[in-house]
């Protein structure tokens, strides 16, 4: 298949189409999956912001007394809360978590309280460097600090004890580290969907590879099959040309020279006649082979004690021309019955009978056996021919194949009768085999399911 031209471009017509369709969905899949998990885990950050945001509310709600003014006890709930303008402010970093056991500190939180007006009075948590501090009463915020970080926070309103508006707090959470996942997500994605195609492709490759083989063997069967043919169809075909012009050169012709070349002629032409009848057979037999589950219910029940018999009743004059003895032996002592097309499985019996009368000398025998097991009927040609080297076993049943092929064409064989036999047997789910060896004969066994 490598050498062929047309099935190398096929195949990588093949291979890159399924890539490129695997890549598509690989590439889609891929982010997908992304998009789920960004999803997915800023909705979880969002759930967590919210529940810290609602805790620190309700705790804060029932501190504050005065609109606008902080408490001393708020420290109870924010340790390290700092009011705008005082001494912690300067000496505090921005940066610099303030230590303390509080989850918002841990988690990278921000907490910062507003009056009504939006003016900032008190920060607290992990106060990020960058990030404008100017009030937006819009609830839910992303933003961004001048490096590039994003945050995201919540703005409530306050209330005090008594019910009046205090003010707002906002809470925030840095998404640095959220980022940074989603980076080492998208790292791997970039760096594991070429490496995923670069192996699609071999497989592709592979994959087409393995498709094209029944293909590949099939034109191969047409090519070997169309030449064999051709080739057979040549010969007759050239006898019958060369008959007609050395007739045609005669200046005379008696009567005896005209019936001789019309003898010719006529061998010639049923020659071509059987070749051709074969031929159709054995295409029938492909579709057939095929389409076999759908004709199997229209089979009908065949009695192979009465096709043996007729058989032997048909060939015997075959066999009396031929100095070969034609027998049979019935096995069983009912009627063997098996579900098929009674007239192809006659042809099959028929082919390897004659078959064995062909290729067996004068003087020797041929006999047909019946018999059965469990399962299967068995039907056995047994012959005392010319045999076959053990190395022709696996070609017999090849099409146009002949073992000796001189005293086939003396015989007007077309080399496909075996061929036709074994298309019959694996029509009707049967199996047929040879053994034989040379000099000494050869059995052909066919087996067929029971009813």
């Known amino acids: 298949m490598k050498q062929n031209q047309l099935f190398n471009r096929t195949r990588w017509r093949l291979a890159v189409w399924y890539a490129g369709v695997m890549g598509v969905i690989f590439s889609v899949s891929g982010y997908g999956l992304y998009e789920a998990i960004a999803h997915a ?13 609602g805790i620190l509310h309700d705790g804060l709600e029932s501190k504050l007394k005065v609109p606008g003014r902080l408490e001393p006890n708020l420290e109870e ?45 008190a920060i607290a948590g992990t106060d990020p460097m960058g990030l404008s501090t100017k009030f937006n009463a819009k609830e839910w915020q992303t933003l961004q600090d001048n490096q590039g970080f994003s ?57 087409a590879g393995l498709a094209m083989q029944p293909v590949y063997q099939s034109y191969q069967q047409m090519q070997q099959f169309t030449a064999d043919a051709a080739h057979e169809l040549r010969t007759p075909l050239a006898a019958i040309r060369a008959t007609v012009e050395s007739t045609l050169m005669m200046p005379t012709l008696t009567e005896k020279d005209a019936r001789d070349t019309l003898k010719i002629l006529n061998r010639q032409n049923q020659r071509l006649a059987y070749l051709v009848a074969d031929l159709l057979m054995l295409c029938r037999l492909d579709w057939q082979l095929m389409m076999s ?35 049979e032996k019935i096995l069983i ?13 006659y042809r099959l019996v028929s082919n390897l009978v004659v078959n064995a009368i062909q290729y067996t000398p004068r003087g020797g025998q041929v006999m047909i056996i019946l018999e059965q097991t469990k399962q299967a009927a068995i039907l056995r040609v047994e012959d005392t021919g010319i045999g076959m080297d053990i190395d022709e076993h696996n070609h017999i049943f ?51 399911p029971l009813i």
């Open 151 to 207: 945050y995201h926070q919540i703005s409530l309103l306050l209330h005090t004890d008594k019910g009046s508006s205090w003010g707002y707090i906002q809470v925030g959470r840095s998404f640095k580290d959220f980022q940074q996942y989603l980076q080492n997500v998208r790292w791997i994605l970039q760096l594991g969907l070429p490496t995923t195609l670069i192996l699609v492709a071999f497989s592709s490759w592979w994959l």
């Open 41 to 53: 885990h800023w909705m979880t950050l969002d759930r967590e912001l919210e529940t810290v945001a």
């Open 333 to 345: 002592s009912h009627a063997l019955e098996v579900k098929g097309n009674a007239e192809q499985l």
């Open 398 to 448: 090849d099409r146009f194949y002949r073992v000796n092929k001189a005293r086939a064409r003396d015989r007007g064989g077309s080399g496909l009768g075996l061929s036709i036999a074994r298309a019959i047997a694996l029509i009707h789910q049967g199996t047929i085999s040879v053994q034989s060896e040379l000099g000494k004969g050869s059995i052909f066994t066919l087996k067929l």
């Open 77 to 121: 709930l924010l340790p390290n809360l700092c009011q705008v303008g005082s001494l912690c402010m300067k000496e505090s970093s921005p940066l610099s978590p303030r230590y303390t056991t509080s989850a918002i500190y841990r988690g990278n939180y921000y907490v910062r309280l507003y009056k009504p007006s939006g003016e900032l009075v």
């Open 293 to 327: 589950s759908q004709l199997r219910e229209q089979n009908e029940s065949v009695c192979l004690n009465d096709l043996v018999s007729d058989l032997v009743e048909e060939l015997a004059s075959l066999a009396l021309s031929s100095g070969v003895s034609l027998s």
